[in-house]
């Protein structure tokens, strides 16, 4: 296959560069460019694979105790009949599993310490269904008996309010009981018979179960008042809760978890497209250093331009040399910036601890944070953008000297020579 000679002159140009002293030194500006660009992209790719890896890692450990979508009665009242709202949204093939629920806020204490926390009224036969940490845990799920009054905390929230297993537990229920003497609080005293680690904050902190049975008893609603579903991929979340939606009618509403947290979801979002962006800009000043390498080879070059323009070369031709030269230097630094960035971040779960044992240091004490370890999860979401925007402006930082060089005059570059 012949190519353009343009090409074959642009590919010369980048090559060259190793005899004299100016030469070597615009190699070695044009080297320290593709070097730029590639420690942009590799950056970008390795700070955005570790974000995607933090937010999978705390989904997961989330919807390992939340269900994936949620319906419920519009009054916030009791469902009419759960079953056949179960059955009705387990029409859609996306849904594989539901289970009943009754969700309520209370006062979780022991003595004299009181903690808010969310009370979830389950049944231990279904909930498996649709959480992991019921699936995981079934043997202590199973002893909630209806009827025994016994609950499950999260073991922050028993370390907060210092109790043990096998202690008794007051739960304060909203809403008073009205008496002679006025309206009092309504106390139960319930039996710790287990307790979680989800290794989420926020549920292992504030969140108890309790069977359903007896939560209707102590919340005085007549059944469950939501229905818990898990679908087949997380993902398309936000798609089965529209679809429900419309499937279900007006008398309840459906809510998937990326409504539930949608502080932290829109939170993770906003923070992963700024750090795009400023990394961007990494990419973007390597880039535009290919401007200062092109103007030195264009000034040095101005002699072999115009012994091409007296050969009949166009102006368009002369343009189109110093765009591939350019080019290549652009496509050079991003791929091998893509290259060396997708080795890290699929290897930094080794590189990470070999680094922290070469400086002594943790970079995620497991004292302080939850996750102990660097998550990586490259996505072809995030690469091929990356890749995209470091050759697009690789391409543009190429114009405008290529047009530079177009407009030697041979008359005035041959005057001297």
Not at 287 to 316: E, H, Q, Y
Request: hydrophobic share 50%; glycine share 10%; charged share 20%.
């Amino acid at each position: 296959m012949n190519l353009p000679y343009e090409w074959h002159i642009g590919w010369r140009y980048t090559r060259a560069g190793r005899a004299g002293r100016r030469n070597g030194f615009i190699s070695f500006i044009s080297g320290v460019s593709m070097l730029g660009i590639a420690l942009g992209v590799a950056a970008l790719i390795i700070v955005l694979s570790v974000m995607n890896g933090f937010q999978k890692e705390v989904r997961d450990r989330m919807l390992s105790v939340i269900a994936h979508v949620e319906v419920f009665d519009t009054s916030g009242g009791a469902l009419p009949d759960w079953r056949a709202t179960a059955a009705a949204a387990k029409r859609d093939t996306r849904v594989v599993g539901a289970a009943p629920y009754i969700a309520a806020q209370a006062l979780v204490g022991r003595g004299d310490e009181l903690r808010g926390a969310v009370v979830r009224g389950i049944d231990p036969a279904e909930e498996g269904k649709v959480t992991e940490l019921a699936r995981t845990q079934a043997a202590t799920m199973a002893r909630l008996v209806p009827g025994e009054w016994n609950i499950i905390v999260g073991a922050e929230l028993a370390r907060l309010i210092g109790a043990r297993i096998g202690d008794k537990i007051t739960l304060v229920a909203p809403g008073g009981q009205v008496t002679p003497a006025g309206v009092v609080p309504r106390l139960k005293q319930l039996t710790l018979v287990g307790t979680f680690e989800a290794g989420h904050y926020e549920y292992d902190s504030a969140l108890a179960l309790m069977h359903v049975d007896d939560a209707a008893r102590l919340f005085r609603v007549e059944g469950p008042t939501g229905v818990q579903l898990r679908l087949a991929d997380v993902h398309e979340a936000r798609t089965v809760a529209a679809a429900l939606t419309q499937s279900l009618g007006p008398d309840v509403i459906v809510r998937d978890w990326t409504r539930t947290n949608r502080n932290w979801f829109d939170a993770v979002q906003i923070e992963k497209r700024l750090m795009f962006i400023i990394l961007t800009l990494i990419v973007a000043v390597a880039a535009f250093n290919l401007v200062s390498t092109l103007v030195m080879t264009v000034t040095d070059k101005r002699a072999d331009i115009a012994i091409l323009r007296t050969l009949g070369a166009s102006p368009r031709s002369i343009m189109g040399i110093f765009m591939v030269q350019g080019a290549t230097s652009g496509i050079i630094g991003t791929f091998g910036g893509c290259a060396l960035g997708l080795l890290v971040a699929f290897n930094i779960d080794v590189i990470v601890p070999a680094l922290e044992r070469a400086l002594g240091v943790a970079f995620l004490p497991g004292s302080i944070y939850v996750i102990s370890r660097m998550p990586s999860e490259p996505m072809a979401a995030d690469i091929v953008p990356v890749l995209v925007i470091s050759l697009l402006l690789s391409f543009v930082a190429t114009i405008y000297p290529s047009w530079r060089a177009s407009r030697v005059n041979p008359a005035e570059a041959l005057r001297y020579e």
